[in-house]
């Protein structure tokens, strides 16, 4: 019995590593915003999509964080779509997330703020979730 316990572990552990939920900073209703659109490749891929936007806009149906603090799922990868100013407020609370790495997309680059999260031990990069998905890279 525990060979099957082991076992489902180990897969669920695969799955996890391979299936990212994906906290989208900056989620938006408009079909023609980038994060509506890495939403839809990110949930096509069979990621899990969290969004947030303060303003708690419904975003097709789905839920909408205002707070950080209210996400209780685990979170692999946060991708921003938000210029710096509207980040700063919540890069503790991103931190304390305890997410794996961050997907600064173009537009959303800030060497201090990047800095603030490569020292909280996150992976950080500057690339496109899109193009990310398009290439396998993600």
């Given amino acids: 019995m ?5 076992k489902l572990a180990m897969l669920k552990e695969d799955l996890e590593t391979k299936l990212k939920n994906t906290l989208i900073i900056g989620a938006s209703p408009r ?13 096509e ?6 969004l947030y936007n303060p303003t708690g806009r419904k975003v097709d149906d789905r839920e909408v964080y205002t707070d950080i603090k209210d996400i209780q799922e685990k979170i692999h990868t946060i991708s921003l779509y938000v210029r ?8 503790n609370e991103l931190i304390a ?24 031990g996150l992976e950080v990069l500057e690339a496109c979730t899109l193009v990310m998905l398009r290439t396998q890279q993600y």
């Avoid at 079909?31 to 990110?42: D, E, F, R």
């Avoid at 891929?45 to 969290?50: E, F, R, S, V, Y």
């Fill in 45 to 50: 891929a069979g990621h899990k999509t969290l």
């Fill in 31 to 43: 079909s023609s915003s980038y994060a509506n659109m890495a939403m839809h490749a990110l949930e």
């Fill in 97 to 120: 997330s305890k997410a794996k790495r961050i997907i600064f997309n173009p537009g959303t680059e800030d060497d201090e703020i990047m800095r603030q999260f490569s020292n909280a």
């Fill in 2 to 6: 525990s060979y099957i316990k082991t």
């Fill in 84 to 91: 710096p100013s509207r980040l700063a407020s919540i890069v």
